[in-house]
């Protein structure tokens, strides 16, 4: 009886590192909580039959107590493994990204939108923080001309990532918004442009924009076009 009171045991024992190996991938500095990234449904074809099979079904992220296991708050959707997570260095206020089309995995990068979302412990809770309308990078679109081609101006949307970066000791946030669009008439021009925001909470936590700083338009010019 023993040996199989050990395997049962041991089997638990490895459950459990596994749940609590995932709910640290992203551990607040006080390890008191984590950030669980989730999954996103997987399947395959069957080949006889041509149907879908699910292989396993989407479980969606959640911030994690690490003592207990418990879920403190659910997320609406999974995360992505391109997403970034930071927490404040008191683990009071965390910040992520999200690409939030659950189908864009299966696409090209390009047409990429991401959003940053925001939470607050309350002491007994975390709170969603609503944040103000970030500026959109303006961009500047030169006159291209190419020997047998109309000239004109047909634009198409690139990418819009807005990324945490950091949090500052004042309690602020710091994030980039990353802004691409490219003119497809004569030649292909690609053009983005990065504006580095600091977001800061008053005492109620309210976000409001403190401060934003624009870097240097790109452009990427495709003359095999």
Do not use: C
């Not at 997987?42 to 107590?65: C, F, L």
């Amino acid at each position: 009886m023993r040996p199989i009171l050990l395997v049962l045991v041991s089997v638990r024992l490895a459950i459990a590192l596994l749940l609590a190996e995932e709910a640290t991938n992203f551990p607040s500095p006080d390890r008191r909580f984590a950030l669980s990234v989730g999954s996103y449904a997987t399947g395959h074809s069957d080949s006889a039959t041509g149907n879908w099979i699910i292989d396993s079904e989407k479980k969606p992220g959640a911030i994690v107590d690490r003592a207990s296991g418990n879920v403190v708050l659910e997320l609406p959707t999974p995360l992505r493994e391109e997403d970034k997570v930071i927490w404040s260095a008191d683990s009071k206020w965390l910040a992520f990204n999200h690409r939030g089309n659950e189908t864009a995995e299966f696409t090209s990068a390009w047409g990429k939108t991401t959003e940053v979302t925001v939470y607050f412990w309350n002491g007994a809770s975390f709170e969603k923080v609503k944040l103000p309308e970030l500026p959109e990078p303006e961009l500047r679109f030169k006159p291209y001309k190419k020997a047998g081609h109309p000239s004109g101006l047909e634009l198409h949307f690139d990418k819009d990532e807005v990324t945490p970066v950091r949090w500052l000791k004042s309690g602020a946030l710091i994030v980039s918004r990353d802004y691409g669009m490219t003119h497809n008439t004569a030649v292909s021009v690609s053009y983005s442009r990065v504006y580095i925001i600091t977001i800061g909470f008053d005492a109620k936590h309210v976000a409001f924009v403190q401060n934003i700083t624009k870097e240097k338009q790109k452009e990427k010019v495709d003359t095999d076009n």
